[in-house]
């Protein structure tokens, strides 16, 4: 049973709700963390691992929030209060909804700043910035940048205004109309990246990295670390999935749907290793360089590489446009919030979430600079030696994500009703309820208290 026979507001196509949900998955999580974490992790044994994860884990969370979200119709904390109603179950499970809303509203405040550098990279390479740099002068103006409390700052205002304009539109006019324009036109820029490293780069040596295999390698720290890499990527248990599934109405498969949006990611998020390998490899860069790999390693490559400047600038444009997507989904899932429960209008609840998520950035921006040595919490051994911006990213990659993906599916597997759960599933995909409850119920909890145990 849901709150209405329809909801007030739903996507306007199928097409508009896969674009818009990929737009969650496909962000500076596949084309900024993906490689650089294959590289840290075996190359194609994590990607292996990655995959299967993907699938047996990081898939069924994701058709349980989307399933949720599309019995409550409304934000997700409402959504969560209604049904823990309807099911007879306890108030203690309205933290699902509270972790659903705080987890947009830090991670967006953070994951704008990071946004922010992808965008003056993206202006660098317009006026040839990288060309001829080296490793030493291509890491030095990233701590310059990141160093620079007036470019950090600014560079993450501007990005979360212009997230906050584009929200501030009705759905049709603002997030649907950028998905579409977006997600087509960096999926053809990444194709185009992947047929220019398989010119210009070493491609039969990044491509062997990504696709055969040493078994050898799997241990469990690589499994683990596909487990949270698979999560992040596909964005479940942060309540912008739950918030989509909001606008989804009764005649969209939902289990075809998440496979669709599964493969999506996964492609993106390999053409993104085939378009960035191969350029490692060709000038003996180090692919286990880690969260430096973009911003550090990568523009040493584009200024050796002939026409560097443009395939420069279409990376970086790629990687800023992939994470205004993401971003997209986290400030909506805030903006439904303030509209359902306090009848907002769009606008104003727009300049509220989008302001208060700001200000909260601010500590972030500042962390690698005027806050660099400000680290509050290190009297708590977990937390020793953290910024205001690791803080932030620690919290909700390695504590609540985590936390609220497991209460998610022992929401969806245990508490909501047996035939309520059933009737998300569409009679051409009933054979796949009882995989996916078995799934749901017994072996995706143990694959989520493991991240969270060796996150902590």
């Not at 992790?41 to 299967?52: K, T």
């Not at 599309?70 to 969560?80: A, E, L, V, W």
């Not at 109405?249 to 998440?258: G, Q, R």
């Not at 245990?414 to 749901?440: D, R």
Request: overall charge neutral; charged content about 10%; some cysteine.
């Amino acid at each position: 049973m849901s709150i209405s026979a329809t909801p007030a507001v739903t996507w306007s196509s199928k097409s508009s709700f896969l674009l818009a949900t990929i737009g969650i998955a496909v962000g500076l999580g596949n084309i900024w963390r993906f490689p650089y974490v294959v590289g840290t992790n075996g190359g194609a044994a994590f990607v292996l691992v990655y995959v299967l994860i993907l699938l047996c884990f990081a898939a069924p969370i994701m058709i349980a929030e989307l399933m949720i979200g599309r019995q409550g119709q409304k934000d997700p904390f409402s959504t969560i209060k209604f049904l823990s109603e309807q099911n007879s179950a306890h108030k203690g499970w309205q933290l699902i909804g509270w972790l659903s809303l705080l987890i947009p509203f830090i991670a967006l405040s953070y994951y704008s700043v990071v946004a922010g550098w992808t965008v003056d990279y993206t202006m660098q390479s317009l006026v040839n910035k990288f060309d001829g740099i080296d490793g030493a002068a291509s890491k030095s103006y990233f701590q310059s940048l990141a160093g620079s409390p007036v470019k950090s700052i600014s560079l993450f205002l501007a990005f979360i205004a212009l997230t906050m304009f584009i929200i501030s539109k009705s759905l049709k006019d603002g997030l649907e109309k950028s998905v579409k324009l977006l997600m087509p036109m960096l999926f053809l820029i990444l194709v185009f990246l992947v047929i220019y490293a398989a010119i210009a780069g070493d491609f039969a040596r990044g491509f062997s990295y990504l696709f055969s295999p040493d078994l050898s390698k799997i241990n469990a720290d690589v499994v683990l670390a596909a487990m949270g890499q698979a999560f992040f990527s596909l964005g479940v248990g942060a309540g912008s999935v739950m918030a989509y599934g909001g606008y989804l109405s009764k005649d969209i498969s939902i289990p075809k749907s998440v496979l669709t949006v599964a493969f999506a990611d996964t492609l993106v998020a390999l053409l993104a290793g085939m378009a960035i390998f191969p350029f490692v490899f060709a000038f003996d860069l180090t692919p286990s360089s880690g969260p430096g790999l973009i911003f550090e390693t990568l523009p040493v490559a584009f200024g050796q590489l002939p026409g560097g400047q443009w395939v420069g600038l279409l990376f970086f444009f790629l990687l800023a446009g992939a994470a205004l997507t993401t971003a997209l989904s986290m400030l909506e899932c805030l903006v439904r919030f303030l509209s359902d429960k306090y009848q907002f209008t769009r606008t104003k609840a727009t300049l509220l979430a989008g302001s208060a998520s700001a200000v909260l950035g601010l500590g972030a921006a500042m962390s690698f600079n005027l806050l660099s040595d400000f680290k509050p919490l290190s009297f708590i051994d977990a937390f020793s030696g953290k910024t205001l911006f690791d803080l932030m990213d620690y919290s909700v990659a390695n504590i609540m994500i985590p936390i609220n993906a497991l209460l998610i599916v022992i929401f969806a597997g245990w508490v909501l009703k047996k035939q309520v759960v059933k009737s998300e599933f569409s009679t051409e995909h009933s054979s796949w309820f009882a995989p996916w409850l078995c799934l749901i119920r017994y072996i995706a909890p143990v694959g989520v208290i493991a991240v969270l145990v060796v996150g902590l």
